[in-house]
């Protein structure tokens, strides 16, 4: 009997009524898994059944009897989370996964960072982040079933300390905008700094900040299509999503025999084979 093929990712993230990605934590992983061309498959959780899920996640990691690999950054638990199967290796947060992934698979090589890397990321956090707030967060609730609606209500709304649709008041929302207009755009531009070599942030060939500025627009544009298309009117940012745009292809791997495995090209969930490539452009899906 022929042996079933394994990839050697299991990636959770988290799910949505479009059954896409939405988390730009996990599309900067998923970004790196397809621009390896690492094998993996997707478990997607329900923003309640996160912590459950990877808490029980410890008795199945032998090597590791501690449990999930915690990054730095991770207070809870948390997307995106990674089973290595051939380590039988558990771990969490978006850096220390990067690190693991490019220690593991070093060819080809993403550099994890850079003094301009560092730069961009550190400012499109505070700017860019701003705007994600008043505009993409509120409206993640659209893309949520019933059941993490109210989950995703309870959480955000004791943080903000007042209703989502607060942020969503058209006049405040602009205000927003306007007050990052100015910051956007000197980030969009740092993003161009190498654009002589090439179209990633460092010339020719993607970084891992190229994957965290692609990852959070790809994130926006499945939230809301209007936030997307405002970002990228900014220098810088639709070019790096573009050159981004082949990694960006969902790669999971079908339980197929070995010596039979091929992925399943997807976009948004879309079979390659389906898509009218019109409709996507030089730096859409």
Same mark, same amino acid.
């Given at each position: 009997?022929?042996?079933?093929f394994?990839?050697?990712?299991?990636?959770?993230?988290?799910?949505?009524?479009?059954?896409?990605?939405?988390?730009?934590?996990?599309?900067?992983?998923?970004?790196?898994?397809?621009?390896?061309?690492?094998?993996?498959?997707?478990?997607?959780?329900?923003?309640?059944?996160?912590e459950?899920t990877?808490?029980?996640?410890?008795?199945?990691?032998?090597?590791?009897?501690?449990?999930?690999?915690?990054?730095?950054?991770?207070?809870?638990?948390t997307?995106?989370?990674?089973?290595?199967?051939?380590?039988?290796?558990?771990?969490?947060?978006?850096?220390?996964?990067?690190?693991?992934?490019?220690?593991?698979?070093?060819?080809?090589?993403?550099?994890?960072?850079?003094?301009?890397?560092? &730069?961009?990321?550190?400012? +499109?956090?505070?700017?860019?982040?701003?705007?994600?707030?008043?505009?993409?967060?509120?409206?993640?609730?659209?893309?949520?079933?019933?059941?993490?609606?109210?989950?995703?209500?309870?959480?955000?709304?004791?943080?903000?300390?007042?209703?989502?649709?607060?942020?969503?008041?058209?006049?405040?929302?602009?205000?927003?905008?306007? +007050?990052?207009?100015?910051?956007?755009?000197?980030?969009?531009?740092?993003?161009?700094?190498?654009?002589? &070599?090439?179209?990633?942030?460092?010339?020719?060939r993607?970084?891992?900040?190229?994957?965290?500025?692609?990852?959070?627009?790809?994130?926006?544009?499945?939230?809301?299509?209007?936030?997307?298309?405002?970002?990228?009117?900014? =220098?810088?940012?639709?070019e790096?999503?573009?050159?981004?745009?082949?990694?960006?292809?969902?790669?999971?791997?079908?339980?197929?025999?070995?010596?039979?495995?091929? =992925?399943?090209?997807?976009?948004?969930?879309?079979?390659?084979?389906q898509?009218?490539?019109?409709?996507?452009?030089?730096?859409? &899906?």
């Amino acid at each position: 009997m022929a042996a079933k093929f394994e990839p050697d990712i299991v990636l959770y993230d988290l799910a949505c009524t479009k059954n896409v990605c939405f988390s730009p934590t996990v599309w900067r992983i998923r970004l790196m898994l397809n621009y390896k061309q690492i094998p993996y498959r997707t478990v997607f959780l329900e923003f309640p059944d996160i912590e459950p899920t990877l808490k029980g996640l410890k008795s199945f990691n032998l090597k590791t009897p501690s449990g999930l690999v915690l990054g730095g950054s991770a207070s809870k638990y948390t997307v995106p989370a990674i089973h290595h199967v051939p380590t039988n290796t558990y771990m969490m947060d978006s850096t220390p996964i990067a690190q693991f992934l490019e220690s593991t698979y070093p060819d080809p090589p993403v550099p994890l960072t850079s003094e301009l890397g560092r &730069e961009i990321e550190s400012k +499109a956090r505070a700017v860019v982040g701003m705007a994600f707030q008043t505009s993409v967060m509120p409206r993640e609730m659209g893309i949520l079933s019933p059941r993490a609606q109210g989950y995703f209500r309870r959480t955000r709304e004791a943080a903000l300390g007042h209703p989502l649709e607060d942020l969503l008041d058209p006049e405040k929302e602009e205000k927003a905008w306007i +007050a990052v207009g100015d910051r956007m755009r000197a980030v969009g531009e740092l993003m161009l700094t190498n654009k002589v &070599e090439g179209p990633f942030v460092l010339g020719a060939r993607p970084s891992y900040t190229d994957f965290f500025i692609a990852g959070s627009l790809q994130s926006a544009r499945m939230v809301h299509e209007e936030v997307f298309q405002r970002i990228t009117k900014y =220098p810088g940012y639709g070019e790096v999503y573009g050159a981004c745009l082949p990694y960006m292809e969902k790669k999971d791997w079908a339980g197929r025999t070995a010596g039979q495995a091929t =992925p399943l090209d997807l976009v948004d969930g879309i079979r390659i084979s389906q898509i009218h490539w019109r409709e996507y452009g030089d730096t859409s &899906e």
